[in-house]
């Protein structure tokens, strides 16, 4: 679930990037006390609902059966390198649209960003909740044929702490 917090990281500081260009473009005479409390409210109730809908069984909002459902990887875990320009990327796409958005003078459309990037970020909790309550890591991409097929490799336990004389602690 790794994949899902990058990308809702991503997108949420693209958007607060695309906001504080739209209200210095305006000169923040847009921005009121009501509105942001409004948005604040809304946020609220949209992750804690998305976050009851993400952690049901529910056939198309819930994310447990698609968890549940992911094979093993044959290997017992992934052998990805990081991908820094991805990432880099995949933020520079977001940010461009945001900044964009802003000089428009239309930071209230980045509202939508902000749900997804608070969906995104609810996705990535249920999946860890889940991984923690399993003992596995989901992995996403490993099946060339589906790569939005989820696999899993089981978490092993820390390695023991030892002294500095190689005896184990305790």
């Keep these: ?5 990058m990308a809702a990281v991503a997108l949420l500081t693209a958007a607060a990037a695309g906001v504080a260009v739209g209200v210095s473009v305006e000169g923040g005479a ?38 549940e459902a992911a094979d093993p990887l044959p290997s017992g875990g992934p052998d990805r ?28 459309v980045l509202l939508v960003a902000l749900a997804l990037s608070l969906d995104w970020i609810v996705k990535a909790a249920v999946g860890a909740r889940w991984e923690r309550r399993n003992g596995r890591r989901l992995w996403l991409g490993h099946d ?10 089981p978490v092993t336990p820390p390695p023991s702490t030892r002294t500095a004389s190689d005896a184990p602690s305790g």
Excluded: C, Q
């Design 30 to 67: 847009s921005v009121r006390a009501g509105t942001v409390a409004w948005v604040t409210v809304a946020a609220l109730v949209f992750l804690a609902l998305s976050a009851r809908l993400r952690s049901s069984r529910l056939k198309w909002l819930g994310d447990v059966r698609e968890f």
């Design 144 to 153: 060339p044929a589906d790569p939005n097929r989820l696999s899993y490799s």
């Design 81 to 108: 390198p990081d991908h820094t320009l991805r990432k880099a990327l995949r933020f520079s796409l977001f940010l461009l649209p945001s900044v964009a958005i802003g000089l428009l003078g239309l930071p209230s």
């Design 1 to 5: 679930m790794h994949h899902e917090l």
